[in-house]
């Protein structure tokens, strides 16, 4: 009987989904586990070879745990708005709905046939008005609420409101805008509703404010950070500028601390958590007020070093800062203007990374110093970022590098406040040793008693006090796109009002046009349904708006982000159509147990889910402030890529090994037309794009070789493999045991498929040792004492690899037990049918053919986890080997607990001992227990 591998692994996911074998319960006798992936975004390519890893990894663990007798939820689902299926739809005119149900139909097959133990029957798409429902619910509850620094929590803003009814704001410790003013109770009541209402978005957890963002005009739309790379778009390579918009923002600075500190109760990777900790960034030091001469305006600026305050010559704003425009004298106008013109083009992440250049502009304005008086040149750099601090700095020259470099670069005065004092990079980081000289007051002082004094003398001024920052931001929460969650707002005399959560969701509307509107409105402005009508309590069409019971809806969507924050609750309970989740669900699942997904997650969806949790805790929805116990952030497989070589100027390609003769440029063609030998196949190049239709190739011995190349396996790079093929030709389980047998799962690994050859061979190994050409060779005979030991030490390892995540290893121990066994001609029952649970959960398919044919009715998944016992393990007898004057001759086992005596006597006594001796005497027996006898003479 042939290991006929498609037909056994088409039976089996077949089997699996009628019997809908991996369905959890939400209410079991069985302790709960879950384990989680990332979702994926259903992109038109499909899956290629290294996005199953961590789903392999994980779909082991959750195997694992199931036999372990752990009720598991391992749930599936799509991240199913986005970008790319705007574009396509901008392109094609195909509505981004209908692309993104062919691109899950293909994920769907393409997961199931790797065999992955998913409980599709709680699969969520975030692109489902059913699904999406929920999240326009979650930024509703975020409006509905502020954060009071007093209890440490978001709490409803009818509280806030009945502060400000009985005191108004001055004692109120809430996270809100800077530029909130004070009032008194009598203040607020004699606001207007839209006064009161425009007062309460400064300090609602969600909330409009022009903001400074990344403006894509190619795209028409904001983009994030992390959709940047080198100053373009991530998606397409547009350019990006920076520009002020009226956006919805997430107040997610007003838990910085609490994300901060919450990293020391979750076991995450140390990478990761050191990224989030950067990325909020926390500093302990002062607000410094500096007075602007001729103006009523003032600087603030956050330094970590106050006691350097008299070294202070010059001070920097963002280009982008709101005093730059009013401070700024008419002779630098025009070049301040050009130089925030060049800076709009640069993005954050651009300026912030880059340490050699130095630019910036004077302003032509001057600040007062707050203990000297002295005038203090105000200069633009693109260094300062608006978005970090106050997007102000005071420049310490002697103190600071960049500020040094600055000055010196643009001729400003450097005071040394440091005469006499070692003022290297090394000494000045080491505040407890830097001693202050020359400095007034502080003159003398070390770093701790020198801060101490310049806050206590700036807060008599009143020009300062003592300060924590965070470098976190809050985030904007709006995009110009068409292809996202509609927000559920209309506008009453331009302030937003939620849609109540009973007449939810607010679905998208139809468009004939996915590009802003002529107008520059964003694509929901070619809406022609798309008003709310609060009689009625549904949209209706524009031509209706009358301001009075039909108002306008808010035309932006919700970012990407938006679905990805909550949807590992939602898997809880996905079905409900009354909440989000019920109580009863979320008690049961409590958190997530094991989350498996990248690390480039770090600072966007990671950080976002951190915070939406913390809110849905102190709104007493969930029960852990932290959604996941445990994240194991895996590595990422590698594509080879093809490279040609073209002439520069010509439409000649030369081979690899002539290239050094030409000036050549590097071109990336599909991995798919090359052999294992890195010859391409030149007439299939010419037929794949028209560039090489008549194109000349310059040959090395009648081939084309290509050039090699180890990088991201990419659909742009065209070394994509895809897991179609390895599965037609080799097999899903030879797959699963392939990408995990490459290395360790967190680390980078190169894929090569020949290498696929080792792990099907292992399969067919495997297969054998239970079935040959006559059919199951399987008795119930006793296992002998090298089989139990075979099985139990495979047992033992296997079971310590997956508790570790060592997934590469257990691949090496199967294939030792498979060869040991083999040779031992193993036939035991006892012993192969533990191996298969063993097996199981890497290699599942040809597991459960195995078992059935076994005799067992039930899945495999249902099998408890094999045992180890350590006395299997435990030599009872050793094979000693008998010499005769120092050569061995033969062996002979013996108990271990033999003494000295009984094994001379035992060995002595032998007939081969008999043979050697002849008859002689021997003038010595040396015996030592458990290693060697020798007799000599």
């Not at 042939?2 to 069985?30: C, G, L, P, V």
């Not at 009013?326 to 301040?336: G, L, S």
């Not at 130089?339 to 004077?362: C, H, M, N, Q, W």
Request: with cysteine.
């Amino acid at each position: 009987m042939r290991y006929n591998f498609n037909e056994i692994e088409a039976k089996w996911q077949k089997y699996w989904a009628e019997n809908q074998t991996f369905k959890a319960e939400n209410n079991s006798d069985k302790p709960k586990y879950y384990v989680l992936d990332m979702f994926p975004y259903p992109s038109g390519a499909g899956l290629h070879v290294g996005h199953p890893l961590g789903y392999i990894a994980s779909d082991i663990y959750a195997r694992y745990k199931r036999h372990k007798g752990f009720n598991v939820l391992h749930p599936q689902g799509y991240d199913s708005f986005g970008l790319p299926a705007e574009q396509y739809a901008i392109q094609t005119g195909q509505h981004p709905a209908i692309t993104t149900k062919e691109n899950i139909a293909t994920y769907r097959r393409q997961l199931d046939q790797i065999g992955f133990s998913f409980d599709w029957s709680r699969e969520v798409r975030t692109s489902d008005p059913k699904y999406y429902k929920w999240t326009q619910w979650v930024f509703i509850q975020l409006f509905e609420s502020w954060f009071n620094y007093d209890t440490n929590k978001a709490e409803d803003i009818s509280e806030l409101i009945k502060l400000f009814e009985a005191e108004g704001n001055a004692n109120v410790n809430a996270a809100c805008d800077d530029t909130v003013e004070v009032f008194t109770a009598e203040d607020w009541s004699n606001f207007s509703s839209e006064e009161q209402q425009n007062k309460l978005l400064h300090y609602r957890l969600t909330y409009l404010a022009e903001t400074e963002v990344n403006w894509c005009p190619a795209l028409g739309t904001v983009l994030a950070n992390d959709e940047i790379v080198n100053g373009v778009s991530e998606r397409g390579g547009h350019p990006v500028v920076r520009k002020k918009m009226t956006q919805w923002s997430m107040r997610i600075s007003a838990y910085a601390e609490r994300l901060l500190q919450g990293l020391d109760t979750i076991d995450w990777t140390d990478s990761l958590k050191e990224s989030q900790r950067n990325w909020i960034g926390k500093s302990v030091g002062a607000s410094v007020t500096f007075n602007v001469n001729n103006h009523e305006e003032t600087i603030e600026v956050f330094t970590t070093r106050p006691d350097t305050i008299f070294g202070v010559s010059f001070m920097t704003l963002a280009p982008e800062h709101d005093l730059v425009s009013k401070i700024t004298t008419p002779e630098q106008k025009a070049e301040v203007e050009a130089y925030i013109e060049a800076t709009s083009k640069r993005s954050e992440r651009d300026r912030l990374s880059d340490v050699k250049t130095i630019s910036g502009v004077f302003t032509g304005a001057y600040a007062e110093h707050p203990f000297t008086k002295e005038p203090i040149q105000i200069w633009i750099g693109d260094y300062v970022l608006a978005s970090y601090g106050t997007g102000a700095v005071m420049a310490v020259p002697c103190g600071d590098q960049r500020d040094y470099d600055f000055a010196k670069h643009f001729g400003i005065d450097i005071p040394n406040i440091f005469e006499g004092v070692d003022i290297s990079e090394e000494a000045f980081a080491d505040k407890d040793k830097t001693i202050i000289a020359n400095s007034d007051f502080i003159n003398g002082m070390n770093y701790k008693k020198a801060t101490k004094r310049v806050i206590y003398e700036l807060e008599q001024i009143g020009q300062g006090e003592g300060k924590t920052n965070y470098r976190l931001r809050d985030a904007v929460f709006s995009r110009q796109r068409y292809w996202g969650e509609p927000f559920p707002v209309y506008y009453v005399n331009g302030m937003p009002q939620m849609i109540a959560t009973e007449h939810l969701p607010i679905e998208l509307p139809e468009v004939e046009k996915y590009l802003p509107t002529e107008t520059g409105e964003p694509p929901l402005g070619n809406a022609t349904v798309w008003a709310w009508d609060t009689t009625k309590n549904e949209v209706v069409s524009n031509n209706l708006i009358d301001n009075k019971t039909v108002f306008p809806l808010e035309l932006n969507t919700m970012p990407g982000w938006a679905g990805s924050s909550q949807y590992f609750n939602r898997y809880m309970d996905p079905n409900n159509e009354d909440a989000i989740f019920s109580k009863e669900a979320i008690d049961y699942w409590q958190q997530v147990d094991l989350y498996i997904g990248g690390s480039e997650h770090a600072t966007g969806h990671l950080l976002y889910s951190r915070f939406w949790q913390k809110f849905m805790f102190d709104k007493g929805y969930v029960n852990h402030d932290e959604f996941a116990k445990k994240l194991i952030n895996q590595g990422m497989i590698l594509g080879t890529s093809a490279i040609v070589y073209r002439v520069a100027g010509t439409n000649q390609y030369v081979s690899k090994g002539l290239k050094g003769d030409y000036d050549v440029e590097e071109l990336r063609v599909d991995v798919n037309m090359v052999n294992s030998s890195d010859e391409i196949d030149v007439e299939a190049l010419k037929k794949w794009q028209p560039q090489f239709n008549d194109a000349e190739f310059i040959l090395e011995n009648g081939v084309y070789i290509v050039g090699r190349e180890v990088e991201k396996m990419s659909k742009r790079w065209f070394n994509v493999v895809n897991p179609d093929n390895i599965c037609e030709d080799y097999g899903a389980d030879s797959l699963r045991l392939y990408e995990m047998f490459l290395g360790p799962l967190e680390q980078y690994k190169p894929w090569n498929t020949s290498g696929i050859t080792g792990v099907h061979g292992f399969l067919k190994r495997l297969w054998k040792l239970y079935i040959d050409d006559n059919g199951l060779k399987v008795t119930d005979a006793e296992p002998s004492k090298d089989s139990l030991k075979t099985l139990h030490k495979t047992i033992k390892k296997v079971e310590e690899d997956i508790e570790n995540f060592s997934f590469n290893t257990s691949v090496s121990t199967f294939m030792i037990a498979v060869n040991e066994l083999t040779a031992q001609k193993c036939t035991s029952k006892a012993i192969l049918e533990p191996l298969l649970i063993l097996v199981s959960p890497y290699a599942p398919h040809i597991a459960e053919e195995l078992w059935n044919a076994l005799g067992n009715t039930e899945s495999i998944s249902t099998a408890e986890f094999p045992v180890f016992d350590e006395s299997h393990l435990v030599e009872s007898s050793k094979n000693y080997p008998i010499s005769f004057n120092g050569k061995m001759r033969f062996t002979m086992e013996l108990p271990l607990d033999m003494s000295k005596d009984d094994i001379e006597a035992a060995v002595m006594a032998h007939e081969k001992t008999q043979e050697q001796l002849k008859g002689r005497t021997p003038k010595k027996v040396i015996v030592v227990p458990g290693k060697i006898v020798n007799i000599v003479g």
